[in-house]
């Protein structure tokens, strides 16, 4: 018989924080640490300027992160990996409700 001594840690280490305090304002977590971001698409005027001057996709969520983040958010945001933004940006557009199309293999059949 297993031994179910030790208790899970159910806590998320990293995801979106499912206790938002204000609407206004995106939390999520990466390794425990804390992250805090405007609502998607709550910039300043001069984020949304260095948006429309920028035509790559990826060039522009980086414009977007460094504009809209604290010291904090962004000293943690720069240990993930391009994966793990990716994550992080999709869970932050989500809690906008902007929805991502599937991709075709993950899709129904």
Same mark, same amino acid.
């Given at each position: 018989?297993?031994?179910?001594?030790?208790?899970?840690?159910?806590?998320?280490?990293?995801?979106?924080?499912?206790?938002?305090?204000?609407?206004?304002?995106?939390?999520?977590?990466?390794?425990?640490?804390?992250?805090?971001?405007?609502?998607?698409?709550?910039?300043?005027?001069?984020?949304?300027?260095?948006? #429309? &001057? $920028?035509?790559? @996709?990826?060039?522009?969520?980086?414009?977007?992160?460094?504009? !809209?983040?604290?010291?904090? *958010?962004?000293?943690?945001?720069?240990?993930?990996?391009?994966?793990?933004?990716?994550? #992080? &940006? $999709?869970?932050? @557009?989500?809690?906008?409700?902007?929805?991502?199309?599937?991709? !075709?293999?993950?899709?129904? *059949?």
């Amino acid at each position: 018989m297993a031994n179910n001594s030790k208790k899970k840690n159910t806590k998320k280490k990293t995801g979106p924080v499912n206790e938002q305090q204000d609407d206004n304002l995106f939390h999520y977590k990466f390794k425990g640490l804390g992250i805090t971001l405007p609502k998607f698409g709550d910039w300043t005027f001069a984020v949304r300027r260095q948006l #429309l &001057v $920028t035509p790559k @996709m990826d060039d522009q969520i980086t414009i977007a992160l460094a504009g !809209s983040a604290d010291e904090h *958010s962004l000293e943690v945001i720069d240990m993930m990996h391009d994966d793990e933004v990716a994550d #992080l &940006v $999709t869970a932050w @557009m989500r809690n906008a409700g902007i929805s991502l199309g599937e991709s !075709s293999g993950s899709g129904e *059949s």
